[in-house]
């Protein structure tokens, strides 16, 4: 798996992903959504691949074991780099998660890494306390979803940049964190509250980083990615 910045796709439809990603001329690591996946449907992810990009397909599942189990299964047959569940759903879950992504994935081609989420970057810790009833620390409600995740034999999580390097002191350095609410310095927060540049991702633990508006919304799609690149890759 590349260490690209992923680019979230939060596009309602297929016309205007291809018209975005028609400005590059290279390889990119996407995310698919579940705006974008429920209006267009596993079409969308065939066109993304066959563009030659690699997917992270973000549909965060979260149900009982069995139904998690078999609807990763047909996730599967995608071939897409990249799934994830909700770690609320608990070990058995995201065991059986584990289980069906591994039985659907097709004999000669690599299984998607699978990762899930802790706490979304749009909680704050009081929202957290107060309509989650989690009277916790919000870092060690993280840490404590990233810690069944390694139990149940996931790849990762998805976190914040502020848990990030926690994390990989508990779980290890081969444990992903993926880290979303990336923006550029002075750039919008609109609806996350944990959020980081790209350099600051870097220098406090994350593996990868998932960038949206900063990007999408830029009116050079192409510059804004290439600085993002730039701050991601700096030491």
């Known amino acids: 798996m590349n260490n690209k910045p992923i680019i979230a796709l939060d596009f309602p439809s297929e016309k205007e992903v291809v018209e975005f990603l028609g400005h590059f001329d290279e390889s990119l690591f996407v995310k698919i959504g579940m705006e974008l996946y429920l209006q267009e449907g596993p079409n969308i992810v065939e066109k993304v691949k066959g563009l030659g990009h690699d997917v992270f397909l973000d549909l965060k599942l979260h149900d009982i074991p069995n ?33 069906g992504l591994e039985a659907g994935t097709p ?79 002075g750039g919008e927060s609109h609806d996350q509250k944990r959020v980081a540049t790209p350099n600051f991702a870097r220098n406090h633990g994350s593996s990868l980083i998932v960038v949206g508006r ?13 600085t993002v690149v730039k701050l991601w890759e700096a030491k």
């Open 67 to 99: 139904t998690v189990k078999s609807a990763m299964k047909g996730l599967a047959r995608l071939g897409v780099d990249l799934v994830n569940v909700h770690a609320a759903g608990g070990i058995n879950m995201m065991e059986g998660a584990l289980e």
């Open 107 to 185: 004999s000669d081609q690599s299984r998607a890494g699978l990762i899930a989420v802790t706490q979304l970057t749009s909680t704050t810790e009081q929202q957290m306390q107060e309509q989650q009833k989690i009277k916790l620390p919000l870092i060690e409600s993280v840490l404590n979803y990233a810690q069944i995740t390694k139990q149940a034999g996931l790849d990762g999580v998805v976190c914040s940049v502020h848990e990030a390097a926690t994390i990989s002191e508990v779980c290890g350095e081969d444990f992903l964190r993926v880290t979303p609410g990336i923006r550029l310095a």
């Open 214 to 226: 900063a990007i999408t919304n830029s009116a050079d799609p192409v510059n804004a990615y290439n």
